[in-house]
């Protein structure tokens, strides 16, 4: 298990709040928030206005007659134009403008003539949620902070949709407590005077994908250094990952530039053929003032690691508790290295890639183009042509697309290429969710799917959004962790306008079969030297995978035997244990089992943080 630091608590990294309207009802109810180690921001009247946990330096704010803002987390941004802002304001719709336009990872609020305005981030990495509280409407970073106000426990449904694997857009960005409603990221959350009315105003868009990898290039380099430089610009000593892949890699030699001094940090992997280490010293030898720290592969942790003991989860299940204890485990080791702050390079795979389901527009609008490219994937990916000619002939709508999946959950997974170039993964249910499970996953995915819109009509720029979205959902609750183990994290490629600046370029140049990541490439061209840059893959680590299984079968099979979901009818308990003591099993291979043990592992967590 990973032991904390010394330094391990709240602190930086680990903001979370409650916002309250400037009313004496809302006092009245802020008064049940403020528990034993929170801290209070208040209106011009005294009343509480954030009541919460969060470190001086990750908060900014300003009063200026009718109006205050303040800014939580990450964001190059001091209090005097904050109050400048502040004092414009006429119109909380203003704000739109004044999000799009700051760097860094953080939440926004707004107050204004009495009304509120909350919101997060457009990655999904900060979000925001609200529920009335004694009639009072309540708007938190974190759904479980409200669904203690309210006493509530959460709704099976949302548990055996869970379940799913994986879980669709816009499913998985449902709170999983009833009368606790998720705000979705693109939109901010308005309170208004009275403080019990609440709605949703969209501030944010994708941009259209209209630039050209040569346009695009420099403004994706612009803001992802200035995603780095919002972490750096303080000194002192940060660390990075440096895996030997393009996207670390990248924020290494970014970093290199600002005035902090910098650790990289490089785990290799225990296969023979991975060659992260190779190119981990390449860069190195391009780096002579960073300290380079190579860790023992074999120490490193293995996945299914410590799922026994992790408390340390928000308020959803993450399979992210898969590789918890190895995201952890170097950070006390960068914490006696004096790093204030880790950087990862989380992320790049979303921003600077995209999703094949762009040809299935791009085949009607650049057809002899497309083809010529589809002719690249199905060689690389060895697609079959019928397959091929399928998928790209199948234009269901969003909604009609997971209904009619809501009926196939017992189905085999279709094949890549399906996925590949429609809506992506269909959801699936495996041999030991029951009956009753299934029936409230099927109820909850045809309700779904009567109002489901994409997120973008091109399943693209869709299936784009859904990644990033889906990856920050994980990232929230590493970086929770991360904090609690002493030394914050933060992923630059997941802040909002270096996605925008990403998004921008056309897909047609940002994914090809010819190229790898040729957008990153592009953009660090002059930042990251050349023999950095020619590496054309990167290392999986399915040998990590597999030994974890079979070095942690007895905490898996101690895990069903007192299962949660077992004793609230969603699983098969004598099903799951038997699985445990077969790890060889092919079909465990394809982490089909995620989903069922973040549920479970989130249960049993959520059980004994209540105790405690």
């Known amino acids: 298990m990973t032991e904390l630091h010394e330094s391990a608590g709240t602190g930086p990294g680990d903001a979370h709040f409650a916002v309250f309207t400037d009313r004496e009802d809302a006092a009245a109810v802020a008064r049940s928030f403020a528990l034993p180690g929170t801290r209070t921001l208040q209106h011009t009247s005294g009343r509480p206005w954030l009541v919460g946990q969060w470190d001086d330096q990750e908060l900014v704010s300003a009063h200026t007659g009718r109006a205050a803002l303040a800014v939580i987390g990450c964001c190059p941004v001091d209090a005097a134009e904050l109050e400048r802002h502040a004092g414009r304001l006429r119109d909380l719709a203003e704000l739109d403008a004044l999000a799009r336009s700051l760097p860094g990872s953080f939440h926004l609020v707004a107050a204004l003539d009495g009304r509120l305005r909350v919101q997060g981030t457009a990655s ?149 053929a991975d060659t992260d280490l190779y190119w981990a010293e390449q860069a190195a030898k391009h780096l002579p003032d960073v300290q380079h720290v190579v860790w023992d592969a074999d120490a490193s942790p293995l996945v299914y690691d410590d799922l026994l003991s992790i408390d340390d989860l928000l308020d959803e299940p993450t399979i992210g508790v898969m590789d918890r204890s190895r995201v952890l485990h170097h950070l006390p080791g960068m914490a006696e290295r004096g790093s204030r702050l880790h950087l990862t390079g989380i992320g790049g795979d979303h921003v600077a890639w995209c999703s094949e389901a762009y040809y299935h527009r791009l085949v009607r609008t650049r057809p002899l183009f497309a083809l010529r490219q589809l002719r690249g994937f199905r060689a690389l990916w060895q697609w079959p042509l019928g397959g091929t000619v399928r998928a790209l002939a199948d234009s269901r709508p969003y909604g009609k697309w997971l209904a009619d999946h809501s009926g196939r959950l017992r189905d ?201």
């Open 124 to 272: 999904g990495l900060r979000l925001v949620f609200h529920a009335a509280v004694d009639g009072v409407q309540v708007a938190a970073t974190r759904a479980d902070v409200l669904a203690e106000a309210l006493g509530t426990a959460p709704d099976e449904q949302q548990l055996a949709v869970r379940l799913l694997w994986p879980v669709p857009y816009p499913l998985f960005e449902a709170s999983l407590w009833r009368d606790v409603t998720a705000v979705p990221p693109h939109d901010a959350l308005i309170v208004g005077a009275d403080g019990r009315s609440a709605r949703h105003s969209r501030w944010w868009t994708p941009p259209e994908p209209v630039r050209t990898l040569a346009d695009g290039a420099p403004l994706v380099r612009e803001a992802l250094s200035e995603a780095v430089g919002a972490r750096t610009r303080h000194g002192g000593v940060v660390s990075c990952d440096l895996s030997g892949g393009l996207d670390s890699t990248s924020i290494c030699f970014l970093a290199d530039r600002s005035p902090a001094r910098v650790v990289a940090s490089t785990w290799p992997g225990r296969d023979p």
């Open 412 to 612: 085999p997974v279709p094949a890549t290429v399906t996925t590949s170039l429609g809506w992506g993964m269909p959801p699936r249910l495996f041999d030991w969710v029951t009956p009753d499970a299934e029936r409230l996953a099927q109820r909850a995915l045809r309700e779904a799917a009567a109002t489901a819109t994409p997120l973008h009509p091109d399943r693209g720029l869709h299936t784009d959004l859904e990644q990033i979205r889906s990856c920050t959902r994980i990232i929230r609750q590493w970086d929770r962790m991360a904090a609690r183990a002493g030394v914050p994290m933060a992923s630059p490629f997941l802040d909002d306008r270096v996605i925008e600046a990403s998004l921008a370029v056309r897909p047609s140049e940002r994914v090809s079969p010819w190229q790898y990541k040729p957008l990153l490439t592009a953009a660090m061209r002059g930042v990251v030297p050349e023999v950095c840059l020619r590496r054309t893959n990167k290392a999986a680590a399915s040998m990590d995978a597999a030994d974890g299984l079979r070095r942690h079968r007895a905490d898996l099979l101690a895990m069903w035997e007192d299962s949660r979901l077992e004793q609230l009818g969603l699983v098969d308990g004598k099903a799951l244990r038997g699985l445990a003591q077969r790890p060889a099993t092919p079909a465990l291979r394809d982490a089909i089992l995620y989903s069922t043990i973040a549920t479970e592992v989130w249960l049993r967590g959520l059980s004994r943080t209540r105790t405690r």
